[in-house]
T-cell receptor, first 112, second 115 residues
């Protein structure tokens, strides 16, 4: 079946450090891939997405590249800020339907 | 109001109570969703409404009863809940187009505690 595996948190970094949150997936066909972010006390927001192999999604300094050969969609940011502290969710949509398959989320804490 | 709003933001109820969660979307979307978010578990899709018709019901216990009176409003009626139903309940909406699947936009959630 379809599944998403994210690295376990929490991840704690100092401001301006480099961030990588790993995400790998298992899916039939050609899924679309997403990163959502959940700030404290808020709902989930779409951070970026990629719909086909080798696509790079980017937003707010975050990037992720759809790697079909390694079935991965790792999230990266070159220099994190305290305001990036949140929970990050990787998800996939494996067909033309409404169902997203979610990872467990990775909590990120950035210290000044 | 913009985006997706949910009320109440917090709710404490006993197992014999009846309560309702409300969701309203101000985005002109035609699909709405209820999710359950529990600690240490993936986000669980509970119900999907498209054009006010329920199109998915993922084996949710009957003590949860959704209602979608129009494309902007979605309710989740709760009765005789169990303590394990304590969670964050998220509402989302999207604009469905033929042949495509669009981004889901989430509300802030209702934090439910069942005593």
């Amino acid at each position: 079946g379809n599944s998403v595996t994210q690295m376990e948190g929490p991840v704690t970094l100092s401001e301006e450090a480099f961030l990588t949150i790993n995400c790998t997936y298992t899916a039939t066909g050609y899924p679309s891939l997403f990163w959502y972010v959940q700030y404290p006390g808020e709902g989930l927001q779409l951070l970026l997405k990629a719909t086909k192999a080798d696509d790079k999604g980017s937003n707010k300094g975050f990037e992720a590249t759809y790697r079909k050969e390694t079935t991965s969609f790792h999230l990266e940011k070159g220099s994190v800020q305290v305001s990036d502290s949140a929970v990050y969710f990787c998800a996939l949509n494996a067909g033309n339907n409404r169902k997203l398959i979610w990872g467990l989320g990775t909590s990120l804490a950035v210290n000044p | 109001e913009t985006g997706v709003t949910q009320t109440p933001r917090h709710l404490v109820m006993g197992m014999t109570n009846k309560k309702s969660l409300k969701c309203e979307q101000h985005l002109g979307h035609n699909a709405m969703y209820w999710y359950k978010q529990s600690a240490k578990k993936p986000l669980e899709l509970m119900f999907v409404y498209s054009l006010e018709e329920r199109v998915e019901n993922n084996s949710v216990p009957s003590r949860f009863s959704p209602e979608c009176p129009n494309s902007s409003h979605l309710f989740l009626h709760l009765h005789t809940l169990q303590p394990e139903d304590s969670a964050l309940y998220l509402c989302a909406s999207s604009q469905e187009a033929s042949g495509g699947w669009e981004t889901q936009y989430f509300g802030p959630g209702t934090r439910l505690l069942v005593l």
